[in-house]
């Protein structure tokens, strides 16, 4: 792997980002490294200053051998090293880095996958299936962990939805390596605010929902920039998958049709949903079974590119809830695009498990215990509706908290979930990073009533999760939100272990 010269003029000149290049002295030819972590600088070093950027970082990385820079301003205190200024140096990363790795993108068939809720459980359907049907040459990019190859070493915990391109396409090159041929990731919408896909065409783009959520200081000034950055996933696919009940559908529908010819749109819906369009859906499912661990639902198939796929039947899915049958349905039409044959997708759909999604647990003398990652008002909403259906006269127990320093619109929303489906909430610590927990509980708090709600503020989480599963009864359920398997608290800057959610319940079933 490396980049040279050449290279880089072409592409910052071909996409209109160059603003000026200064040569060093001693100018080099070729890099053998990118980075943007001063940390990682290795002998001829391509290094690129982003964000809140400070010299001392440059400085560091000419010390340990970079050679040149880009970006957005000039050094001056930093001499030596030739300069590459940019208008964008998050495009610029990203363009260079797809060069340095050789590309690794065109060598896979790109599924990405974006929505306000669903893109994890998505993932994993696709992933499932499709790794299948290679034999194990499909990759996975998700919030909980990558897969980029079939060693052990090669499946690790995922630092953000969707990485920063040089990661992105270092862990591309790698599963390409790996002989994966196959790529299903999740595509956030920070990753299309900061740069981080551009220049990424997908071969598949697939849109879940939206509802308001990562809007604040440090994340998406309003909800137009939200929908606008989730859009651009069907602005940069050459065939795109549309869940059709999504609010904002025209919108959406508008996105996609000002990039693509309607041959290449496909549109999902529930049955007799009720959806404000005249458009005919590709495919309609209906749900034959659901109880409170799996379901069963029909495809059916209602126009001509539809057919193609040959998916209509019944497919069984070991994950309840009736909002996962949306997401199975989104991952079975994917499937199918990749050359995945019906019987394929029934016999391994009920095989596929996702780590902290709808994970239950029955714990002697108390309440059947649902883990799950909902965290904001969408999913926390679907996830109790769905299982105070299964129990409309028993009692719901739900624990939950909200992160730090961002998302902070989530609170009001998972109050608001609380107050309208739940009868008892425990509040608790989630990621507080920087914030004081307390004061994030009694901000979800405002939005609950008490007199339809008991509401307890318990801020150590083991001790929360413990003592709202022990209050509890046998017939009731008890949901643990925000943290499924996440193995860590974020704390006063610093990132303390966590037993997991999962592991404190275990724990508690086996005690006697």
Known sequence: MALTMSQIMTLLTEH????????????????????????????QTLFFCKGNFEPQYLNQAKQKGATAYVAEKKYAQVTGMTEFIVTNVQQAMALLGA????????????????????????????????????????????????????????????????????????????????????LIMEVSSQAFKKNRVYGLTYDL????????????????????????????????????????????????????????????IYLYARENSLISFETQVDFEFKETKQDLTESTIVISTYSDKGRQLAIDGEYELDIPGDYNQENAVAAIVSAAMTGAISAEIKKHLPEVRVPGRMEVFHVPGHGTVYVDYAHNYASLKSLLSFLRQQIPNERLLVLTGSTGDKGVSRRSGLGQAINEEADVAILTSDDPATEDPLKIAEEIDQH?????????????????????????????????????????????????????????????????
Do not use: W
């Open 16 to 43: 209109d980002l160059l603003i000026e290049r200064q040569i060093a002295k001693n100018q080099p030819t070729k890099f053998d490294h990118v980075t943007y972590d001063s940390r990682k600088v290795e002998p």
């Open 205 to 264: 783009g697939i849109f879940l929902n939206i509802s308001p959520d990562h809007i604040g200081n440090n994340e998406h000034p309003t909800f137009e920039d939200y929908l606008y950055c989730k859009e651009q996933l069907l602005r940069n696919s050459k065939n795109v998958l549309i869940n059709a009940e999504s609010q904002h559908f025209t919108e959406i529908y508008g996105a996609a049709q000002g990039s693509l010819m309607d041959d290449h």
């Open 99 to 182: 060069a340095f790795y050789d590309f690794p993108q065109n060598k896979l068939f790109i599924t990405g996958i974006t929505g306000t809720k669903g893109k994890t459980t998505t993932a994993y359907f696709a992933h499932g299936i499709q790794a299948a049907h290679t034999k194990g040459h499909a990759a996975l990019f998700s919030t909980i962990d990558r897969i980029v190859g079939p060693k052990p070493k090669q499946r690790f915990k995922s630092d953000l939805t969707t990485p920063e391109s040089l990661d992105l396409f270092h862990d591309m090159a790698e599963a390409v390596d790996s002989g994966m041929t196959h």
């Open 448 to 512: 609950i009533d008490h007199d339809k709600v008991d509401v307890q503020i318990i801020l150590d989480r083991k001790t929360a999760v413990k003592q709202t599963i022990k209050q509890s009864c046998p017939d009731e359920l008890v949901v643990l939100a925000g943290k499924g398997r996440d193995a860590t608290q974020k704390n006063n800057g610093k990132v303390i272990p966590y037993e997991t959610d999962v592991k404190i319940v275990e724990d508690l079933s086996k005690e006697r």
